[in-house]
């Protein structure tokens, strides 16, 4: 089966993250749909989801107007990033997948920035 040009975006922005990624840091995972979008930080070593947050989520969704602009992108990006730190994730590197990094995916990434996370 070939491989579509999203698929192969998001294969090259992982296999250069594991690259650069030597020491074993969790990786801040986004996907975003049409009206959502999910954050989680993976800890590829062990293979395990350590923190996960999306707009779906009881909280979130009633403060919220609509699950697909930057300010619901921030919101889960400090959530996720409040999760992580208290798992005891501090620092985690980024992958966009086949997004680029611009509008909501940004925000997020601001989001979990200002929420204590560094990348």
Do not use: C, W
């Not at 969704?61 to 996720?80: E, F, I, P, R, Y």
């Amino acid at each position: 089966m070939k491989e579509t040009n999203t698929q192969r975006r998001a294969r090259r922005v992982r296999s250069k993250l594991k690259k650069i990624n030597r020491s074993g840091l969790p990786r801040l995972s986004v996907y975003r749909s049409g009206r959502q979008i999910y954050a989680q930080v993976i800890d590829d070593v062990k293979g395990v989801t350590v923190a996960s947050a999306s707009t779906l989520e009881g909280g979130l969704k009633d403060k919220l107007k609509t699950g697909s602009n930057q300010d619901a992108a921030t919101q889960v990006g400090k959530l996720v990033a409040e999760r992580a730190t208290k798992a005891g994730v501090k620092n985690v590197m980024f992958d966009r997948g086949s997004y680029l990094y611009h509008g909501r995916v940004k925000a997020l990434a601001d989001g979990a920035r200002d929420g204590g996370l560094e990348f």
